[in-house]
């Protein structure tokens, strides 16, 4: 057994008694300074609410039969917390899982920290709180059985939901201890479990929302409804454009309609149901005047060129004497790669409930970042924010889209002019024509060899439209590089953009994990060994700070390329398989990928992709196995096919018909694979995303000799008869 002192910071606190005679446990836990470091570091580029938010506690509760309620505080958006963070709650309790409730809570930063989904950080930053949690209720009932039975509480264990004395052969049940346990002193030290002693945590549990999403009970936000609410769309203006004109009268003559609001250069459309409010939307009579520059995509492509060209750039990081290494190489390798905007298109249209009124408002809905929901509203009314609730939803997906709080404040503009509890709801034009972007960006790799293969200089320019940094200046091949220069341009413009899943990431990783293959290739070497002698050299002779962990990169590389045969693994027809590797490291975890492409009628078709990743401790194989797969099939679909294209400021896809998704016969076979070690958990929601652009460009590229260096592939000359 594990003894962990408490915080002096903070203690655990008991709270009360439940109803009905439980024990209503109110949990304080000691804060991770590490992990919340850790947290910001990973999300540098979104909101700083959000990246700085490393606070977090919860409530566990158990009722006289027994029934353990544990309230997860983070938001829901299918990444599977709402059942990860009670299974680490219930492992350190000995709880049966059959007797666990989980419950969501609203936003109460009185009560429980960090309240937000997002950079695959509520697991690293809750692990020790949560099983601290667990573990202490569990010390408790110990206390108050030992006590029943006047034994010493050494000679007593506990099972399933049960402490035993095994002396005497008795057992109570957590419930009949329930209330005795509640006038126990809280411990000031608890012992945590050997995770080789795990039982629970490991294990493959089902999500506990599966039973509602199947039999579609109400569950997401856009089921939520309140008699007498009414509905809201809005008209937005594109980007560069501002509010001249509006003749309502036809829309506000319509059945059902309630009133045509406009605030903001926005226009909205009130009543009393959907179909109304759209159809009146639609006979609205708009003029807009150009107030900024209009976007358009070429003028995109033009400022591209400019800034790697430019001499005007941000250094990142650099290591030794770049020029000398360049001049004095026996080869140099050279190419561009470039990843467009896209849109988050969350499944479930953007949505939120707002009830303003004299004492306060109310908020109902889908948001990540729920604190920041309730911060800008509280300013936006100019009031206290804790005159604000906010009550949570799942979210039908979000990817960083919910990470704003832009619809949220739309809902309590609308109720505070037409006085009423509204619900604003956009269409997914409205969404993928007016929401939020990932950056676009072009990369410039440069790299020197010397006459033995060995990469003895490298340069990457990162240019940007609305990203900042586009680097990650630390990653590898940092370290293990002797002439490095990393540097980076960006260019601002009115298109508003955000987090997208695995920000920056999710677009480097394939640029320069395709790099990488080039420079092996040019070398002569295996992308595999050439990738291992990289980090051997880095480990032996380290150039300038290294932020990842060797080991454990190496470790996900020979994972992956021994489970896919890598080198040895032929088709049917007895010839070799293409295979593309990639691996990256993001959100503190490291994830390596093989992609195969076979050849089927002439064309090349995606068909497995193999996935190691090293997470640390893995708490729900269910949910950790798709967190994985989905990462993988979203990263290979983007790649191929998603894209937003600007002219005279409007964006040219606005749905599906226009915005191409990868298909469910399009998805490969995705074998996952987990490193296992007792690190602490680290993310999981996002880093197997990156790897997956560039391990089926590789792929495709063993396959048809066709280097693909912009996304997406699927609209590339060089990918043209690709399936």
Known sequence: MQTVSQSSRRSFL?????????????????????????????????????????????????????????????????????????????????????????????????????????????????WQRLRKAGATARQMLVLAASKRWNV??????????????????????????????????????????????????????????????????????????????????????????????????????????VDVVTFDNNVAVVGKSTWQVKKAKDALKIEWEKADVLESTADHNRLFKEMLDSSNATVRRKDGDVETAFKNAAKVVKAEYQCPFLPHNPLEPMNFFAHVREDGAELVGPTQTPELARNETAKLLGISPDKVSVELTRMGGGFGRRLKADYVIEAVQVSKLVKAPVKVIWTREDDMTGGSYRPAVRYRFEAALDAQGNMVGYKLRGASINAGNATREDNFPSGAVDNLLIDSVDHKSPITTGPWRAPITNFLAFAEQSFIDEVAQAA??????????LLDKA????????????????GVIELAAEKSGWGKKKGADGKPVAQGFSVYFSHRSYVAQVGEVVMQ??????????????????????????????????????????????????????????????RLNEIPEVEVHFVQNEIEPTGLGEPSLPPAGGAIANALYKATGKRLRSQPFAQQEEFKGVS
């Open 539 to 554: 480990k032996q002779k380290p150039v300038g700070a290294i932020k990842y962990d060797i080991d454990r990169m190496k």
């Open 14 to 126: 008991k709270i009360a008694t439940a109803a009905g005679g439980g024990l209503l446990l109110g949990f304080n836990w000691a804060e991770s300074e590490a992990v919340a470091s850790a947290v910001v570091d990973a999300t540098a580029s979104v909101p700083t609410a959000f990246a700085g938010g490393a606070d977090f506690n919860s409530y566990l509760s158990i009722n006289p039969q027994g029934i353990i309620t544990i309230f997860s505080p983070n938001p829901e958006v299918g990444q599977g917390i709402k059942t990860a963070f009670p299974i680490i709650v219930a492992e350190e309790l000995d709880a049966d899982w059959k007797k666990v409730v989980v419950e969501q809570a609203p936003l109460d930063t009185k009560k429980f920290e960090r309240q937000v989904a997002g950079g695959s950080g509520s697991i690293p930053h809750s």
């Open 601 to 662: 009628k002439g064309k090349p078709v995606l068909q497995k992709v193999y996935s190691a990743a090293d997470c640390g401790v893995v708490v729900n194989q269910s949910g950790a196995q798709q967190q994985v797969r989905g990462c993988v099939v979203d990263g290979i679909g983007h790649a191929m096919y998603g894209n937003i294209t600007f002219k005279d400021g409007v964006p040219e896809q606005k749905n599906f018909n226009e915005f191409r998704l990868i």
């Open 152 to 257: 010493p509480a050494s000679e007593c264990s506990t099972e399933n939901g049960f402490v035993l004395h095994t002396g005497s052969n008795r057992r109570l049940s957590y419930g009949d201890l329930a209330s005795e346990a509640s006038q126990i002193t809280v411990p000031t030290d608890v012992k945590l479990k050997e995770i080789k002693d795990f039982k629970l945590i490991g294990s493959t549990v089902k999500n506990v929302d599966n039973p509602k999403i199947i039999t579609g009970k109400p569950l997401f936000g856009l089921d939520f409804y309140r008699e007498g609410m009414l509905f809201a769309m809005l008209q937005r203006p594109a980007f560069g454009y501002k509010l001249k004109s509006v003749d309502s009268k036809a829309a506000k003559s319509m059945s059902g309609i």
């Open 524 to 533: 002569g070497k295996d992308p595999v060994q050439f990738r291992l002698e």
